[in-house]
């Protein structure tokens, strides 16, 4: 290294797709180095509260706490429901992405935000990044940082529309030249599955379940439009008898954790064809060739991208790396001058 070579104390400039449900960190020049549940564990003792844990480690503690500890989910339907939390959470993935490294100012950071997502909610994401740590921060819709992700022509006048599904909320966009055509958010995602089925189980079994429970149910035996064989199957739940008041194991059939999930797929089917109706011509035209592309952890539910293309008479694929779509082409805003036109200074 030359005397004049000041590289080791240059800022590592972040992309951070704060979701809902989990934060995904991406490092410019690295990739995506961090993939953590968006999960605070807070401990008071005498009268003082300090973080116990944040991420993995929290998430394990869900429903499992003792009086004096809580586990916090900050951010709710993608937007900062608590700041200061919100603070302490990007603060610990900052430090845990780029502690090692050495530098002089706070790093530039890249924020997904849901494209319908108020001024007010805009300003609390920015306020909680820049408490955190950061010298600079824009802010990029998800639908466009999917579409970047997922390598759509999001500079060329064409168009091409993108559904993520994400923890909280559902985005649709339809992209064209740098710019989002129309965006939908509709606050229907992956939690909304889980609260469907863990209704679905109380309603059925007289069984109530936990968050994490039933994320592990969706996961495991999730999914829509099954086979005959597919319903016949079953998965082991555990959790409180209602009326008994007491542990109890059962055995849950697929056949209703499907029907449990077809409300929220349907208002998802039902965003997706609202912002079809609403689509220019010559860009619906577009879509027709092009079809409509998936991201988020949502499109990972069995049947999901069946149902959608049955319902708009369209082809739909699912991106090759759904769960990081957002936060690579929130990375590449970063690293090629060609997307900084998308980005937001608020």
Do not use: W
Not at 59 to 81: C, E, F, Q, S, Y
Not at 285 to 305: K, Y
């Amino acid at each position: 290294m030359s005397f004049f070579d000041f590289s080791p104390f240059r800022a590592v400039d972040l992309a951070i797709d704060l979701g809902t449900a989990n934060t995904v960190v991406y490092v410019k020049g690295e990739g995506v180095v961090l993939a953590e549940p968006s999960v605070v564990a807070l401990e008071t003792i005498d009268g003082i509260t300090r973080v116990r844990a944040v991420g993995d480690d929290a998430k394990l503690m869900l429903g499992k706490t003792p009086d004096n500890v809580r586990t916090i989910r900050p951010l709710r339907a993608g937007v900062v429901a608590d700041i200061e939390v919100a603070e302490q959470m990007l603060r610990h993935f900052v430090e845990k992405t780029t502690g090692s490294r050495r530098r002089r100012s706070g790093p530039e950071m890249v924020i997904c935000v849901p494209s319908g997502s108020t001024v007010v909610e805009r300003r609390a994401i920015r306020d909680a990044a820049s408490r955190a740590g950061a010298r600079r921060v824009y802010l990029i819709d998800e639908p466009m940082a999917a579409g970047i992700g997922a390598n759509l022509p999001v500079n060329e006048p064409t168009g091409s529309m993108v559904v993520d599904i994400g923890g909280g909320t559902t985005e649709v966009g339809v992209i064209s030249i740098q710019g989002l055509s129309m965006a939908m958010s509709v606050r229907i995602g992956g939690d909304s599955m889980d609260d469907a089925i863990a209704s679905a189980i109380r309603r059925r079994h007289n069984l109530l379940i936990g968050e994490a429970t039933a994320e592990r149910v969706k996961k495991e035996a999730g999914g829509v439009r099954l086979s005959e064989a597919e319903v016949a199957e079953f998965v082991v739940v555990k959790g409180r008898d209602v009326a008994l008041g007491r542990p109890r194991e059962i055995e849950v059939g697929r056949g209703l954790i499907s029907e449990a999930l077809n409300e929220p797929v349907d208002q998802i089917v039902l965003a997706v064809r609202r912002a079809l109706e609403n689509t220019p011509p010559e860009i619906a035209a577009d879509i027709i060739e092009a079809g409509i592309v998936m991201t988020g952890g949502g499109s990972l539910l069995p049947g999901i991208d069946a149902v959608l293309a049955e319902q708009t008479g369209l082809p739909v694929t699912i991106a090759e790396d759904p769960m990081s779509c957002v936060a690579i082409g929130a990375g590449r805003t970063l690293e090629e001058l060609a997307y900084r036109g998308v980005l937001h200074a608020v």
